[in-house]
């Protein structure tokens, strides 16, 4: 009973966590974005109509989210993982967030290209009902959807010597950057988010949501051109960002003829 009850503790303050997180960068990121109405990606679509579905559904997935994530570290403390953790350091912090931030990567393209099989697609439709995303979008999605993106916060406690601190600063970096790039609103493209660099910007997948089979990476398009699934547009796209400022409407890039 005392080991359900400690669990329970921790994962009522992970889920706490979670939900200030979500409702602070989606209000700060709203406010900015008001002030900057020009910086929208689709101007020919508002998605803020759906913005009550959205948070309704995320709070949901941040429970599931939020099970994964205590569950692997509550395995940790009680050692029933492979490897005891690194003791935290100057290094093997930002070595293990560096390990993870990469693994990672690869586990959501992977896992995102598995959800657009027709087998799977039934629980990621409702994700992609936010054609036009927002902030509050990056969470809004079914159980299953959330196990198999996120299943990567439970697993890796068990097979990586990984410090707690190093995958709870992922997640928060996932969670802020993800709703970010969910946001609808550009502010950072540049030469750094197109090839040949590897990073990306928020409209890369803003891309994937009103065009839906391209772009499926999380935060490296280093997957997406390997198995060319990168949208054929998104590097003119960004390259005409810098040299004009503006950004231009992504209607303009439809593919007819999009990758599987």
Same mark, same amino acid.
């Given at each position: ?9 921790? =994962? ?14 989606? %209000? ?7 002030? $900057? ?7 020919? !679509? #508002? *998605?803020?109509? %759906? ?61 995102? %290209? ?12 409702? $994700? ?10 990056? #969470? ?9 993106? $996120? *299943? ?18 992922? !997640? ?8 970010? *790039? ?8 540049? %030469?750094?988010?197109? =090839? ?52 231009? #409407? ?11």
């Amino acid at each position: 009973m005392q080991l359900l009850l400690d669990y329970l503790l921790i =994962f009522a303050v992970i889920y706490a966590a979670m939900i200030l997180v979500y409702f602070a960068t989606g %209000r700060t990121v709203t406010w900015i974005n008001n002030r $900057h109405p020009d910086r929208r990606i689709q101007k020919h !679509r #508002d *998605g803020s109509k %759906r913005m009550w579905l959205e948070i309704r559904a995320s709070m949901h997935a941040l429970a599931t989210s939020s099970v994964l994530l205590s569950v692997g570290y509550f395995a940790q403390t009680q050692g029933w993982v492979l490897f005891s953790p690194l003791a935290l350091s100057w290094w093997s912090f930002p070595l293990m967030f560096a390990v993870c931030f990469v693994l990672f990567d690869g586990w959501f393209y992977w896992g995102h %290209r598995i959800l657009h099989l027709p087998a799977f697609y039934k629980w990621h439709v409702p $994700h992609h009902k936010s054609v036009a995303p927002t902030v509050w979008s990056n #969470d809004s999605s079914t159980t299953i959807d959330t196990l198999i993106e $996120h *299943g990567f916060y439970l697993i890796v406690w068990f097979v990586l010597p990984v410090p707690a601190l190093s995958v709870f600063a992922l !997640r928060l970096f996932d969670q802020i950057s993800g709703m970010v *790039g969910h946001s609808g609103f550009e502010y950072f493209a540049s %030469r750094s988010s197109r =090839f040949p660099s590897p990073l990306i910007c928020t409209t890369f997948h803003d891309l994937h949501h009103s065009q839906f089979h391209y772009n499926y990476g999380n935060f490296f398009s280093f997957w997406d051109r390997a198995m060319g699934t990168v949208h054929p547009k998104y590097d003119a796209l960004v390259q005409e960002m810098e040299v004009t400022g503006a950004v231009p #409407d992504t209607k303009a890039a439809r593919v007819e003829n999009s990758a599987a």
